[in-house]
């Protein structure tokens, strides 16, 4: 089976980002488009194909925008409006979910093979498992009509593409920074910290003013995984420790990962993340910092559009700013990087042709209302629009123009590793924010499990 090997990954999702996010500001082109002056197609573009059929059918379409106060929540429900109101004989059931939730009962319903018509799935390794099950149609075909695979920036199906076939479309093409509150920053008199040693002291500082320093939503437990290889990414002095750990020349009993866990749980240590905060899922934690009650969100780019039309966004209170080095290492332009989650369609959908129409005229439309709530930083596809004009903010605009210096990166962890060593390293990751553990420990807890599921 063809595929990208993950040897290249990381250096093709830097280009990706450098090339095609190198037009960002008030130009009139989003820091998404790979071309100067593309435009995405207009909200009125037709379908892909004529219903087959005009008998009623129901389409069941699972997501991962459940939380209401995320622009998107509305987004997608305006362009399921729009594309009923042209096809008055197809109804689209919504099945939304959060990220977890939803790959848990993805996994479940694969096992009895019963994928909904579309869902959701992440790139790469993590897409894997449902390309060998055989389980998704591709969607080549698809991708021709109306010229829907030229909106998309130039290499991102990449990540999705097996053995020469797309297989799910990306709804975004981010990178990993840190979300901070300004007001919170004033009221402890702290200043953005430079290294990652300042940011435990104004953790510490933080705190000391009783303010909750940072929030996370750990129950969803790549979200603290996401945290911890940024980390890595930095001890090892840049990209490639999974790559290497693959190809034999680390094991992670290396003391580039011994000094991240060590680093991150002085994190932790320092009393960063809200009480219980394995108990918080990924929409309550975020939504500690969108409502004032946290002064800093590690977080994708994507999260931007949910914050800026957020109480703190709206008051101009947010900034943002890169991951710090790491005991003097790392590189600040090298982002955790993050080719988005994605729309694939069951190959045993009763509704097949319907259903690769609709999707067809959702990504049609996908850019231009991402754009119009405010939506469409990290979009994977170009994006006609100028975001200074159309009323984004300061801080949207300085996300923008970080995506202009990446340097390179790395992916997630479960994104790279296959699915059950990215178990291990998932529920040992968690564990650090209930009690803290000796690094050594960690680290072969981590080298056992990757040997018992190596592929």
């Given at each position: 089976m063809k595929k990208m090997s993950r040897k290249v990954m990381c250096t093709v999702m830097a280009g990706i980002l450098a090339v095609s996010l190198s037009a960002c500001g008030s130009s009139g082109n989003n820091g998404n488009n790979s071309k100067e002056g593309a435009s995405s197609p207009k909200a009125s573009t037709p379908a892909a194909s004529k219903a087959a059929s005009k008998e009623n059918i129901t389409i069941t379409f699972q997501n991962i925008y459940p939380d209401q106060t995320d622009p998107k929540?509305?987004?997608?429900?305006?362009?399921?409006?729009?594309?009923?109101?042209?096809?008055?004989?197809?109804?689209?059931?919504?099945?939304?979910?959060?990220?977890?939730?939803?790959?848990?009962?993805?996994?479940?319903q694969a096992a009895s093979k019963e994928v909904p018509d579309i869902t959701i799935v992440n790139p790469a390794a993590q897409m894997q498992p449902f390309i060998d099950a055989d389980?998704?149609?591709?969607?080549?075909?698809?991708?021709?009509?109306?010229?829907?695979?030229?909106?998309?920036?130039?290499?991102?199906?990449?990540?999705?593409?097996?053995?020469?076939?797309?297989?799910?479309?990306?709804?975004?093409?981010?990178?990993?920074?840190?979300?901070?509150?300004?007001?919170?920053?004033?009221?402890?008199?702290?200043?953005?910290?430079?290294?990652?040693?300042?940011?435990?002291?104004?953790v510490k500082q933080l705190k000391a003013k009783g303010i909750q320093p940072?929030?996370?939503?750990?129950?969803?437990?790549?979200?603290?995984?996401?945290?911890?290889?940024?980390?890595?990414?930095?001890?090892?002095?840049?990209?490639?420790?999974?790559?290497?750990?693959?190809?034999?020349?680390?094991?992670?009993?290396?003391?580039?990962?011994?000094?991240?866990?060590?680093?991150?749980?002085?994190?932790?240590?320092?009393?960063?993340?809200q009480?219980?905060?394995?108990?918080?899922?990924?929409?309550?934690?975020e939504n500690l910092f969108k409502t004032g009650k946290a002064a800093m969100y590690f977080m994708g780019s994507w999260a931007t559009g949910g914050i800026e039309t957020s109480?703190?966004?709206?008051?101009?209170?947010?900034?943002?700013?890169?991951?710090?080095?790491?005991?003097?290492?790392?590189n600040p332009d090298e982002f955790m990087l993050a080719p988005g989650s994605a729309f694939a369609v069951s190959k045993d959908s009763k509704h097949l042709d319907e259903t690769l129409d609709f999707l067809n005229y959702f990504m049609l439309n996908y850019p231009k209302e991402a754009f119009a709530v405010k939506g469409a930083v990290g979009v994977a596809q170009k994006v006609d629009?100028?975001?200074?004009?159309?009323?984004?903010?300061?801080?949207?605009?300085?996300?923008?123009?970080?995506?202009?210096?990446?340097?390179?990166?790395?992916?997630?962890?479960?994104?790279?590793?296959?699915?059950?060593?990215?178990?291990?390293?998932?529920?040992?990751?968690?564990?650090?924010?209930?009690?803290k553990k000796d690094a050594a420990e960690v680290a072969k807890e981590h080298q056992k499990g990757y040997e018992e599921n190596k592929e």
């Open positions: 929540y509305g987004m997608i429900r305006k362009i399921v409006a729009q594309y009923e109101a042209e096809h008055s004989n197809v109804k689209i059931e919504l099945d939304s979910l959060n990220t977890d939730q939803q790959k848990l009962k993805l996994k479940t389980l998704f149609a591709p969607l080549n075909e698809m991708l021709g009509k109306n010229g829907l695979k030229d909106t998309f920036q130039e290499g991102i199906l990449d990540y999705y593409t097996f053995n020469d076939n797309v297989y799910a479309l990306p709804d975004g093409n981010n990178i990993a920074l840190i979300y901070y509150n300004k007001a919170m920053f004033a009221q402890a008199g702290v200043k953005v910290p430079t290294t990652f040693e300042e940011m435990v002291e104004v940072m929030a996370i939503g750990e129950k969803d437990s790549w979200t603290g995984s996401f945290l911890f290889m940024n980390v890595l990414l930095r001890t090892n002095g840049g990209p490639g420790f999974l790559k290497d750990v693959v190809d034999g020349k680390k094991t992670f009993e290396d003391p580039a990962f011994t000094e991240a866990v060590d680093a991150f749980q002085s994190l932790v240590q320092a009393g960063a993340f009480e219980g905060a394995t108990s918080f899922d990924y929409n309550a934690g109480s703190v966004g709206e008051k101009g209170e947010v900034g943002v700013f890169k991951f710090p080095t790491v005991g003097g290492k790392g629009g100028d975001f200074k004009a159309a009323g984004y903010s300061d801080m949207a605009m300085e996300v923008l123009g970080m995506f202009k210096g990446v340097k390179g990166g790395d992916l997630a962890f479960d994104n790279t590793m296959n699915p059950g060593t990215a178990q291990v390293h998932l529920s040992s990751i968690q564990n650090l924010f209930v009690a």
